[in-house]
């Protein structure tokens, strides 16, 4: 550990680097909040917005705070800084420093309510899990999500307190592979029900009279959470790449993989809904309790769906474990890079914000349900913090960063160490023009929506 802190650690590879980003990007974010978004905001023009968005903006920023990490070999703060200081540059470290500290609390809720789904199924209570009424009655007895919440976090923390990452990513090379083929098997269960193809339809056809500004909001904001763009993540792991890693198409594995993932989740569960809840518009917008409203359902009707469901939610918890692990990997590496903290004294630190701000969304289900900010529930306000605002403001000083700071042009340089760059003409166009204005756009609107000056 102390080796460790002195040199900074590096990738074995391409291969070393892909599966690290892809166990970040690849979590709850695409099994759990994809699915849900993508029912209520459009189905099939959703998804389509979603992939132009990930392949040309997400790509964009992708390259640039990769080059930036790899450049600087620092994480956000330290990158920030050490290319220039000046107080934009402060400002943008920090944000991009904050918000996984701002994410892992509420991230955690969510992963006890997968560990509290899978202990179930050890159980054998596949009925009773099927039930509608199930998740709500869950959510709202305040000690049971609370103690759910703790054994989840106390699993991140544990990891990252014996500094076993590089168990972690053993580890990922078979249970990605594995999550894979289960999510194509369910998939595939899910889309031959009765009545499912509506599903399909809605999911896979895009539609343009589903299109609302809402759409492309939505869309952005799950590109940033999916992607773990905008928060320092790809700075930190870009600061761990060789110089001789592909650049370009280590993104484009990475985002292949991850859309993959949320494709494959899209169509375990939204044709599900269709099957399961025939002629129920309001199943389509149950919001973050879609997953374990209808996964259950399946599981209840299929023969052995008690053991599919350990199995699923294993993969669920695990892939939720590598992600939250790099959330709480950054949130340490910024208090010992920039506070020179010891890594013990670090992950205390973690461990109190993760306590105190994830019992709070935790309990915003029962005992502090009448708290409401700007209008949402506790867990739903963090993430739209997060998610619409903190990140298109962090992706924003990313912009500038590389325009007037450090140069698109040092960038290209840093991308052409290790190939040609063959997107070089649509990175630049994005960086300067489309995607300042668009991520400015996105966060006044986002601002205007929970105002009330406007409805989107
Ligand atoms: N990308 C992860 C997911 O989709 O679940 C969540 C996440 C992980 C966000 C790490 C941010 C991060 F830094």
Known sequence: MEAEKQSRGVFSGKLGYVLAAAGSAVGLGNIWRFPYLAAEYGGGIFLLTYLILALTFGYTLMVSETALGRMTGKSPVGAFRKLKNTRLSLAGGWINAIIPMLILPYYSVIGGWVAKYLFEYMAGHVAETASSEYFTAFISNASSAEGWFLVFAFLTMLVIALGVENGVEKVSRIMMPGLVILAVVMAIYSMTRPGAVEGIKYFLIPDLSHFSWMTVVAALGQMFYSLSIAMGILITYGSYMKKDVNIETSMHHVIFFDSGIAILSGLMIIPAVFAFSPGDAGALSQGPSLMFVTMPKIFHSMGGGRYVAIIFFVMVLFAALTSSISLAETCASTFQDELHWSRKKSTIMVGLIVLVLGTFSSLGFSTLSNVRLLGMQILDFFDFLTNSLMMPISSFAICIFVVYVVGVKKIAEEVKLSSAF???????????????????????????????????
């Open 422 to 456: 063959r997107f070089e003409g649509m990175y630049k166009v994005f960086i300067k023009y489309i995607a300042p204005f668009f991520v400015m756009v996105i966060l006044l609107s986002s601002i205007a929506n929970v105002l009330g000056i406007i409805h989107i």
